[in-house]
């Protein structure tokens, strides 16, 4: 297939994510008459993943509240859904084969693998009460056992570790967060912000250990009883969830020979070194023309916008990908939304009021605006997103004078 041609033959989608989906639904969206097939290996249909550390522990609503859409959906748009999982790729015959020992023909395939987490190797750390937090089965899992227990430790404050303690703090348990970094959040936000939320989760009576690790976990009968540090000390609890990060899905790209590194190597249009395979999402390495140089981004935003450009790829509209990132992580009470990429600043303005719960960090690498960090702050956010995708900025000074009106930088 050439590059901004119709694909002829089957589209199989590898992985019923975020990305996984989109790029069905948006093929049939385009007119895409092919046969389009998502291969899931999991026993569910797919679903939303950013509610599972959430809303969905807090609440009492089932597994369908998360899908993207019912099971009519897909019949409607003949989108076939198989639930088996993908063992290999034979490109040179342009097949899948699959652990049911079925082989299925592609005209171009979709790799959106995702990511899976990052398993910790500790003493203990395969017990029934150390639980993980990516897919819905996890959740389930904690959602169903977070009621019998009253303590629990968890190992991670990025944005799942802390998601989650907020929640179980609200759900009545006691709630111990270690982390090897100085501040939480390190690698995604700014100390500014990172200091809000410690502040904001000590508050609520989460007790949060910086600077630590767990070095085992304690048991007795088979029972988790609290975690050992790095410092000496002993933590007591009756539940452990691990949230140290994810590692990409690579495994079965670079099987069949296909250039991976920290993901799965793709140019700006989202392909692979075999012009009949596309990766997206979660597992894809992209090169970017906008940040002069190679991403792998985990986000919705980042999932559902190279879905769309790969959709439009194979019914004709070729176009480089060029998305304007974007997240968020709801943390009890707070929102935090970040829009750009803030990596590398070297200058941030507050905007707003830490104390009144609303505020936003502009972040500069000289006179640039790299990215916007706003708590409880919508508008500053949407603002970013408009700005920076517009490729334009705001001088430090005018972030900082409360009175310039951010609405005349987009006129």
Known sequence: MTQGSVVKGPVLIVGAGHAGFQVAASLRQHGLAEPVVIINDEAHLPYQRPPLSKAYIKGSAGPESLFFRPEKFYADQKIEL?????????????????????????????????????????????????????????????????????????????????????????????????????????RAVTAEVSEYFQERHRASGIRIHLGVMATGIEASNGKVTGVSLSDGRHLPADLVVVGVGVLPNVELAAEAGLPVASGIIVDEHL?????????????????????????????????????????????????????????????????????????????????????????????????????IESINRAGDHMFGRRLLGMDRSITPEQAADHGFDLKKALA
């Open 82 to 186: 198989v639930s088996d999982r993908v063992v290999a790729i034979d490109r040179a015959a342009r097949k899948l084969k699959l652990a049911s020992g079925r082989a299925l023909d592609y005209g171009h395939l979709v790799l959106a693998t995702g990511a899976r987490n990052r398993l910790i190797d500790l003493p203990n750390a395969n017990l029934p009460d150390v639980k993980y937090l990516r897919i819905l089965d996890e959740s389930e899992a904690l959602r169903a056992c977070i009621g019998s227990h009253s303590r629990v430790i968890v190992i991670g404050a990025g944005f799942i570790g802390l998601e989650f303690a907020a929640t179980a703090r609200i759900k009545g348990l006691e709630v111990d967060v270690l982390e090897l970094a100085n501040r939480v959040m390190a």
């Open 271 to 371: 392909l692979t070194a075999d012009p009949d395979i596309s990766a997206i999402g979660d597992c894809a390495l992209f090169a970017s023309p906008r940040f002069g140089g190679s991403l792998r981004l985990e986000s919705v935003q980042n999932a559902t916008d190279h879905a769309r450009c790969v959709a439009a790829r194979l019914t004709g509209d070729d176009k480089p990908y060029d998305g304007q990132p974007w997240f968020w992580s709801d943390q009890g009470d707070d929102k935090l939304q970040i829009a750009g990429l803030t990596t590398g600043y070297d200058r941030v303005v507050m905007r707003g009021d830490p104390a009144q719960k609303s505020f936003s960090a502009f972040c500069y690498h000289g006179d640039r605006l790299l990215g």
